[in-house]
């Protein structure tokens, strides 16, 4: 059974940084593309960033030079590193493989 269990949200100031986790089980994690995506209030869920099972990433443009994503394949882990947070980053951040979600972990930046 495949699971996505993210963790490492939380309350953060503006300015501050978070580093999300995403454990993936019950699937082969190191080939696919997997990828985080946000969803705040009243709004449309929307991607993050994704990387591929080599390595190449891709970022929505309102995070990158800000917004790392990374994972280890040994760990089956995915991480986002969140650097120079900023309130309009306040969301729930899901972990998405295939057709697979977490449940999602919130973030909230005060400002």
């Known amino acids: 059974q495949v699971q996505l269990v993210e963790s490492g949200g939380g309350l953060v100031q503006g300015g501050g940084s978070l580093r999300l986790s995403c454990a993936a089980s019950?699937?082969?994690?190191?080939?696919?593309?997997v990828g985080w995506y946000r969803q705040a209030e009243e709004k449309q869920r929307e991607l993050v960033a994704t990387?591929?099972?080599?390595?190449?990433?891709n970022y929505a443009d309102s995070v990158k030079g800000r917004f790392t994503i990374s994972r280890d394949n040994a760990k089956t882990t995915l991480y986002l590193q969140m650097n120079s947070l900023k309130p309009d980053d306040t969301a729930v951040y899901y972990c998405?493989?295939?057709?697979?979600w977490g449940q999602g972990t919130k973030v909230t930046v005060s400002s």
């Open positions: 998405n493989v295939e057709v697979y």
């Open positions: 019950g699937m082969m994690f190191r080939i696919y593309t």
């Open positions: 990387i591929t099972s080599g390595g190449s990433t």
